[in-house]
């Protein structure tokens, strides 16, 4: 009789040599990853809530911006802004958490009490250092943004007092990010516009596609003498320097 031959056992392979296959994420989540939209920042103070109301308003539907507002906020009292801005826009309004990571066609909201700057599309919260009064949020964040890498920075400032802002939207027009200012007429406080455009600055019409507000009172803020932007078709006239 042949002996049958013997049977050699297969050997099971472990649940950890079998290669799992890797999810692709969501589209927004790649996009955000990628840091390839734009980043919007927005800036205000006193009389800001309508500004940022009619702003937000006229943003597109599916722009793939991302929108972060940073307000002078009452340290002493929670901050309900988020809820106020949800009412005029379908895109999500957030409070900014720490490491928060920015999406596109979405708002967030500065918290009370922090300063906040952008790193590789994540928000981060600090606590001041500077005693309430002496403190410049706006700049703060501005100034992170402009140092960022992010596809797209533009710098927006709203109705407000004081000069905040002023610094860190001219680091964001230095390191070829866009800049735009309410028009200080329209501005309910028009300290912060004021100083924004300031001696030095021109201001025309917005041009760019990537403003979402072009109906809003917001001018493009173009540095005068050494600018190097053509003006366009429906202005053939360089703008006029305003003081």
Request: aromatic letters at 6%; one cysteine or more.
């Amino acid at each position: 009789m042949k002996k049958s031959a013997k049977r050699v056992p297969r050997q099971k392979r472990s649940a950890a040599a079998i290669p799992k296959k890797t999810p692709s994420p969501p589209a927004d989540d790649a996009r955000s990853a990628g840091r390839t939209f734009p980043i919007v920042g927005i800036g205000a103070s006193a009389g800001g809530l309508e500004a940022l109301e009619l702003f937000l308003k006229n943003v597109p539907e599916g722009s793939g911006m991302a929108f972060v507002i940073v307000q002078h906020l009452d340290p002493t009292y929670k901050g309900i802004l988020p809820e106020l801005l949800q009412r005029v826009t379908a895109m999500k309004v957030i409070q900014v958490k720490d490491r928060t990571r920015v999406r596109p066609d979405c708002v967030y909201v500065i918290p009370p009490n922090k300063n906040m700057s952008i790193l590789g599309g994540v928000l981060h919260l600090f606590v001041p250092v500077a005693p309430r009064g002496l403190r410049l949020p706006i700049d703060f964040f501005f100034r992170s943004l402009a140092d960022s890498f992010e596809a797209c920075r533009i710098g927006v400032i709203l109705s407000g007092m004081g000069t905040d802002g002023t610094l860190g939207l001219k680091a964001i027009k230095g390191n070829a990010g866009v800049a735009f200012v309410q028009d200080p007429a329209s501005a309910k406080f028009d300290g912060m516009p004021r100083s924004a455009i300031g001696p030095g600055w021109r201001t025309s019409s917005p041009r760019r596609r990537s403003c979402p507000a072009r109906s809003s009172p917001i001018s493009d803020m173009r540095p005068s003498p050494t600018s190097t932007d053509k003006p366009t078709r429906a202005n053939p006239k360089a703008p006029s320097t305003r003081s």
